[in-house]
């Protein structure tokens, strides 16, 4: 047992190695850069940064912006998935297959498609102008209102798929159940559905959450100067300023707001599985 855990071990070793020096020592340097200074380790970075009113804005529509689209993700993603898993097998592929189709398009290209839309002269206006809600044409471009519909067509898929996975292993019998001792949906939901599918929803929730901080497409062409988020301020940081310890103390931000929303998550959802 020994000698084939140390073979084993001999055998990880190299791509442990080469994982250590690739990926995690760049990324423990550039986050130290911001504990880093002339007189040695100090909290000054972060303190300056959430000193000023620019960033401490951008922070709050940074987790703002996440939250929302998150939840919204969420409710949308559990109408869809629960539709999807009561379909027939071959319909059901189809259907799915429409899901992950978005995901194999570049968001380069999905974002650019916003603007056509989104646009002064584009479908949305043209309908409200058509119906008679407006007058003229709205500025829906490059505010929170572009960036969050963006921001959820971007990564609802995500939600939906990961719903699918935890809603597929749903007793089928659970949902009948529930019904005939007289639970109307709402409570369906809420004390069966719910608990049962908890991973997916903390892996869905944790994928759009995390996504939506870190997206950079989408908030710069959607929002533009106007509507600043943390990753687009990190890379106007680096390019613009070349303010490295900056870049530092906004990347390290994004990585603990990311981890404490998995957390949040999986203690919400063990919290709701206890009840």
Not at 91 to 110: C, E, N, Q
Not at 129 to 137: A, C, F, H, S, V
Not at 173 to 194: C, E, H, S, T
């Amino acid at each position: 047992m020994f000698q084939n855990r140390a073979e084993a071990l001999a055998l990880a070793l190299p791509a442990a190695l080469f994982a250590a020096v690739v990926f995690l020592v760049p990324v423990v340097l550039l986050l130290s850069e911001g504990f880093r200074s002339a007189e040695g380790w100090t909290l000054s970075a972060y303190t300056d940064f959430f000193s000023q009113p620019l960033n401490q804005t951008v922070f709050l529509r940074t987790l703002k912006l996440g939250a929302m689209v998150t939840v919204v993700a969420a409710v949308i993603g559990y109408a869809a998935a629960y539709a999807i898993v009561t379909l027939p097998p071959g319909s059901k592929g189809r259907v799915t297959g429409l899901i992950v189709l978005p995901l194999m398009i570049s968001p380069v290209a999905r974002t650019y498609a916003w603007i056509v839309i989104l646009g002064r002269t584009g479908i949305v206006n043209q309908a409200l102008q058509g119906i008679g809600l407006t007058d003229g044409p709205l500025r829906i471009l490059f505010t929170e209102t572009a960036v969050f519909i963006g921001l959820l067509q971007l990564f609802l898929p995500l939600m939906i798929l990961s719903l699918i996975s935890a809603l597929e292993n749903l007793p089928r019998d659970a949902v009948p159940a529930a019904r005939v001792l007289g639970a109307n949906w709402f409570q369906v939901f809420w004390k069966v559905i719910l608990p049962l599918s908890r991973e997916g929803l903390v892996v869905g929730g944790t994928l759009v959450f995390t996504g939506s901080l870190t997206a950079y497409i989408t908030p710069a062409i959607l929002g533009g100067s106007k509507v600043l988020m943390l990753e687009t301020l990190l890379y106007q940081q680096v390019t613009v300023a070349g303010n490295f310890v900056a870049a530092s103390v906004i990347a390290l931000i994004l990585i603990v707001m990311s981890f404490a929303a998995n957390i949040l998550l999986r203690r919400i959802a063990t919290a709701r599985s206890k009840s």
